[in-house]
């Protein structure tokens, strides 16, 4: 059945692809279908933009539309149409052809009900939102008016002739909507979980709003194990947590993970401002070297975080100044140094980073399980380098951009487990990963910021013949070693 939803009118890559998701967590699809296949029919309302916040889409049942709209972050709600027009007097027309049977169960005499009038595009007074009910007088509403719990709420919508100022190009025609409310998005989430007020808080914490669209975009929910091997100060993991999932993460800084600002400003006091789950387990481990025992697979449902690349954090992995010499014997930490001990670090690049996390992903994720994270892109005349990171065992089912800059954007990436892990696959994911490699030759840029970020510093060193270690040789990022 088709379902007029409307979207709040921000972050547009994103909207369609948070509805799909959720459609295939709440069971829209037919479980046999290929992942790449699990997409929803849209249209747009005549005369349409794109990124128009009013859009038709076909589901397969009212329950499975209300699910969506009272979970979703960018929908502002979902509809049962009764009529549109772009007059009044076409609306009028459009509703009274609507059939009796999807209008008469709402307008009984024991029902309460309420009508909003909204606009996008335009500001409606209190006066003309009155005269736009009253004018809604031929339809036969029998129950009373209810502003506080009504049974059934009713929705007038209109889009006014889009000027310069509303986002949108111009359309040629105003459109005018009157429907039946399936759902709508629960945006107090917001304010609640913003980082503001959050207790313990970190350079890279996601933003509410980003975190709770990863966990969909993830499909969290009660019952599911989802891991953030960046943990951070668990901007992400909180959001997961709040739909019902249990949750778990690793940071390569202990001291980010082990002790916070304090016992009463960690990471597990986030969790505790706002009442959720504890998580099962925070680990100090490095993505490079994963902690896992051997022959251990598919132990998580999703897998959800933001790579360290180099804008607000650079990248580490386990090393330091004995490493990049060559020496890479093991290292003994004596027994006095156990307790307060950090380990030396060296330079993650971005490419080995996502190759690591691409093979944890296709290891660890059970079949169907989903990986979401976001990856940074060089934009060139309003387009994106679209050389995504592959792996044989990950199918790509989403990419949503955010523009950061004129020059630069970041894409969350959206792939879900299609194959079981083997070597012969891992061999494959290797080929793969040097490929893509060296695909991003051209971002090495003396100068650039991805220089720093796709460069690993041993290499450079090697490429200047020595392995000797100085300040000079470090690669560097507005002033500041990475």
């Known amino acids: 059945m088709w379902y007029l939803c409307v979207f709040y009118h921000r972050l547009l890559d994103y909207r369609r692809p948070e509805v799909e998701s959720l459609a295939d967590l709440f069971g829209a699809f037919d479980k046999e279908t290929d ?9 747009l309302p005549e005369d349409h933009h794109p990124d128009s916040p009013f859009h ?3 589901l397969p049942s009212e329950q499975i539309a209300c699910n969506i709209a009272n979970r979703s972050i960018l929908v502002k709600g979902i509809y049962e149409l009764w009529g549109e027009g772009s007059s009044f007097e076409e609306l009028e027309e459009a509703i009274k052809s609507c059939p009796d049977e999807q209008k008469l169960p709402y307008l009984t005499s024991g029902s309460t009900f309420k009508i909003t009038v909204d606009s996008f ?10 005269d736009r009910i009253q004018q809604l007088s031929y339809i036969p509403f029998k129950g009373q008016v209810n ?11 209109e889009t006014d002739n889009y000027g310069s100022n509303n986002g949108l190009p111009p359309i040629v025609c105003r459109r005018i909507f009157f429907g039946r409310e399936i759902g709508a998005a629960d945006r107090k989430l917001l304010p609640t979980y913003q980082l503001k007020s959050r207790t313990y808080l970190g350079p890279t914490a996601m933003d509410a709003e980003m975190a709770f669209l990863m966990a969909n975009q993830a499909q969290a929910k009660t019952g599911k194990l989802v891991y953030d091997p960046f943990v951070g100060t668990g901007s992400i993991l909180i959001a997961a947590a709040h739909f019902g999932a249990m949750t778990m993460g690793a940071d390569i800084d202990i001291r980010v993970v082990r002790d916070g600002r304090g016992p009463d400003c960690n990471v597990w006091t986030n969790f505790k401002q706002y009442g959720l789950p504890m998580p ?8 490079n070297l994963p902690p896992w025992r051997p022959g251990l697979k598919e132990v998580f449902d999703c897998i959800i975080c933001d790579p360290p690349y180099g804008v607000r954090a650079g990248g580490r992995k386990s090393g330091g100044r004995k490493l990049l010499k060559g020496v890479v014997g093991p290292y003994t930490v004596p027994d006095d140094k156990r307790n307060d001990h950090i380990p030396s670090t ?11 996390l691409l093979d944890l992903a296709a290891r660890m994720l059970v079949m169907g399980g989903r990986l ?17 990171p592959e792996h044989p065992c990950l199918k790509m089912v989403a990419s949503c951009e955010q523009i950061l800059s004129f020059r630069y954007s970041r894409v969350l990436l959206t792939m879900v487990k299609i194959a079981p892990y083997t070597d012969d696959i891992a061999e494959a994911a290797r080929i793969k990963h040097l490929e893509f490699r060296e695909n991003h030759l051209k971002w090495l840029e003396d100068g650039n910021l991805h220089s720093a970020v796709f460069s690993p510093l041993d290499m450079q060193l090697n490429a200047a013949g020595g392995t000797k270690f100085s300040k000079e040789s470090k690669p560097k990022y507005r002033g500041k070693y990475v």
């Open 35 to 43: 992942p790449q296949s699990k997409s929803l029919e849209w249209r």
């Open 280 to 287: 099962i387990s925070l680990l100090r481990a490095d993505n």
């Open 147 to 157: 502003l506080s719990h009504p049974d059934h709420k009713f929705w007038l919508m």
């Open 372 to 388: 979401v994270y976001f990856y940074p892109v060089l934009r060139e005349e309003d387009t994106i380098d679209t050389s995504f």
């Open 121 to 130: 595009g335009k500001v409606v007074s209190f006066q003309e939102q009155n």
């Open 56 to 58: 038709f889409v076909n």
């Open 346 to 356: 060296a330079p993650y690049s971005l490419v080995e980073c996502v190759h690591d």
